[in-house]
């Protein structure tokens, strides 16, 4: 069992910055690939990010945010982080971190935080 926590939302102008972290805790094995997603209201949730677990690990985004967003991540703290920079009012919506978690009986499920508001407007 896991739990994701997020934090580091909020209200920023247009061009401004924001970092979103998001950690784990509870009783698995290991953290396989975490991502950033997001939803924005009347509209399917879509991913924003994702890495990797290794320490030669990938990343991958979405087109819209490439050259603006960055997503990492500390194995040691079980977290992956998203530094938001340059947004837009078209970046608002609700995001959430989702991480593959291997548990004690090594078998993979998907895990989701309970989502951070994230609101660009002048």
């Known amino acids: 069992q896991a739990q994701l926590v997020e934090s580091g939302g909020g209200l920023v102008q247009p061009g401004g910055s924001l970092r979103l972290s998001c950690a784990a805790s509870?009783?698995?094995?290991?953290?396989?690939?975490m991502a950033w997603y997001r939803q924005a209201p009347g509209k399917e949730r879509e991913l924003v990010a994702s890495?990797?677990?290794?320490?030669?690990?990938?990343?991958n985004y979405a087109d819209s945010v490439k050259g603006r967003f960055t997503i990492s991540r500390d194995n040691a703290k079980n977290a992956v982080y998203l530094q938001m920079n340059s947004l837009k009012p078209e970046d608002t919506a609700v995001y959430y971190c989702?991480?593959?978690?291997?548990?004690?009986?090594?078998?993979?499920?998907?895990?989701w935080g309970q989502g951070t508001q994230v609101t660009v407007s002048s």
């Open positions: 890495v990797t677990s290794g320490s030669g690990y990938s990343t």
């Open positions: 989702k991480a593959v978690v291997r548990s004690l009986n090594w078998r993979n499920a998907d895990y």
């Open positions: 509870g009783t698995f094995r290991s953290i396989n690939a």
